[in-house]
């Protein structure tokens, strides 16, 4: 059967279309559109967490009982993790740089606070159920009487960097790897030090509600090592 010259330029162009056709890109997804189109406005730290993970960020009240028991849990163990960071024959002086001192805190207090008989302390998992030290927040501690649940971020700053408009706190949605599974109490952590390497000296720890923090969104394009360091080499 013959086929038509125009009918056979139809077929042509139909295969070479499919042969060089590209998907499209994906849609991104609603809420990150929206936010991506508001870089650099100022977010309610509770809204971000609700529209992010669809959990609550549960406000401090001190005539909750949960809520003091593991208030004054927290403090108690950040006066004592602060003072025995402080000696002379502490790890934290084998530390070269304050971000590696960090983790010894994290693991003291964890340790401090799983001790106290109405309280568990542990690494939060993820939404997956894994495990995973980066990201906020770094520690998830429950009230087992009552199953109220708190969030606690402990974070290392200089004490004369206190006014510091120089960014500290993170949150970066993380889908199935996100930190944040329940509706819980959120509180920092923050251990001031005097600044002086392998040498640090601790001052009381200040414990902060982050029900009422506002945050910054900040978009970024980022690659991995390897991703760069497989492009060629100009050396």
Partial sequence: ????????????????????????????????????????????????????????????????????????????????????????????RSKNRINEVSSLFEDALKEKLDAHPDLTCEAPKTKSGGSQRSGYPDLRIEHLPSGTIAYLDP????????????????????????????????????????GKTSAWTFDDAELVDLSQLTVTLKTEFSASNKEVYSLPSKN
């Fill in 1 to 92: 059967m013959r086929i038509s010259l125009f009918a056979a330029t139809l077929i042509l162009g139909f295969v070479l279309g499919i042969l060089v056709r590209s998907d499209p890109p994906p849609k991104a997804p609603p809420l990150l559109k929206s936010l991506g189109e508001n870089t650099g406005s100022n977010f309610s730290f509770q809204q971000v967490i609700q529209k992010t993970t669809g959990h609550q960020i549960l406000i401090f009240d001190p005539r909750n009982e949960a809520h003091s028991i593991v208030q004054l849990a927290v403090l108690d163990a950040a006066a004592k993790v602060s003072l025995s960071m402080s000696r002379e024959d502490s790890p934290a």
């Fill in 155 to 194: 974070k290392l700053f200089a004490a004369d960097s206190r006014n510091s408009t120089f960014r500290t706190f993170y949150f970066e949605p993380g889908g199935e790897n996100s930190k944040v599974t329940e509706d819980a109490l959120h509180f920092l952590l923050g251990f001031p030090h005097d």
